[in-house]
C-alpha cells in the first residue's frame, strides 16, 4: 500500500473500507489481545484515553442501581468513574487480559472476550455501553446483535465513535467511519428507536457521534 498515491488510497478508504483495512493491517493483527496488553499498559492513566464528558452524559442517563455492562471497555475509565459515584453493578468486558486483570483488581466484574461475540446471557444488562468501539468492530452486524441480546428488555445502549473521522486511512486499527446518516441508518437495522448527536469531549479534538437505542420491551 505504501507506493499507492494518497488520492487513490482515500477512494478505497472511503468506499472499500473493509478491504482497505484488509490490506494495510496484512500481517499485522491491529485488534489482537497482544496490540491492546501493550497499547493499554502504556497509555493506562493517559488523559487522552479519558472521556470526563461522556462519562458524566452516561452517568445522567443511567441510576445507580442499573446493571451496566461496558464492551470494549479498555482502560475502563468510564467504569472507575461510575463506581467512585455509588454504581453498584459494573461489568467489563475486554479483549485484553491485562485490563481484565488489572480491572478486576479495582473490585469491577470482568469478563474476558473476543468481539463481536459477548459470552454473557440473553437479557442481563440494564445498560450496554460501546465506547470508541463499533468502529474496530469487523462482523459489526453480528456485534449489534449480540448487544440487543444481552440487553434487558426496555435496556438501552449508548455507543460512540468519531463524528465523520478517523477513518481506516487515519487509524490503522479502524474497520469503518460513520456519519450521523449511516450510523442511524445501521442501527435503525436492529433498534425500532435509535437517536443520534454529535457532542466533543475535553481530551479530544475530533469530534464524536453518540447514539442511544432502545430494546423493545416485552408486551
Given at each position: ?21 484488509f490490506a494495510v493491517n496484512a500481517g499485522f493483527r491491529a485488534n489482537s489481545p497482544e496490540h491492546w496488553d501493550a497499547r493499554l499498559a ?74 463481536p461475540r459477548i459470552p454473557l446471557p440473553d437479557d442481563s444488562f440494564d445498560v450496554v455501553v460501546a465506547s470508541q468501539v463499533l468502529e474496530?468492530?469487523?462482523?459489526r452486524r453480528l456485534f449489534v446483535k449480540e448487544m440487543r441480546r444481552v440487553l434487558k428488555p426496555g435496556g438501552r445502549a449508548f455507543i ?60
Open positions: 500500500m505504501t507506493l499507492i498515491p494518497w488520492r487513490v488510497k482515500y477512494f478505497l478508504s472511503k468506499n472499500v473500507p473493509l478491504l482497505y483495512h502504556e497509555t493506562w492513566n493517559d488523559p487522552v484515553r479519558h472521556w470526563p464528558i461522556k462519562n458524566a452524559l452516561i452517568a445522567s442517563l443511567t441510576k445507580p442501581t442499573d446493571t451496566i455492562l461496558d464492551v470494549g471497555c479498555g482502560d475502563g475509565h468510564m467504569l472507575r468513574t461510575l463506581k467512585s459515584a455509588g454504581y453498584q453493578h459494573l461489568h467489563g468486558l475486554d479483549i485484553s487480559d491485562y485490563a481484565v486483570q488489572r480491572l478486576r483488581g479495582e473490585g469491577i466484574q470482568m469478563h474476558r472476550g473476543d468481539l474496530h468492530v469487523i462482523r460512540f465513535v468519531p463524528d465523520n473521522c478517523l477513518g481506516p486511512i487515519d487509524e490503522k486499527e479502524h474497520v469503518i467511519s460513520y456519519d450521523a446518516k449511516s450510523l442511524r441508518s445501521f442501527l435503525g437495522r436492529f433498534f425500532s428507536s435509535v437517536e443520534v448527536e454529535s457532542m466533543r469531549d475535553v481530551n479530544h479534538a475530533a469530534p464524536i457521534l453518540y447514539a442511544r437505542v432502545e430494546k423493545e420491551a416485552r408486551r
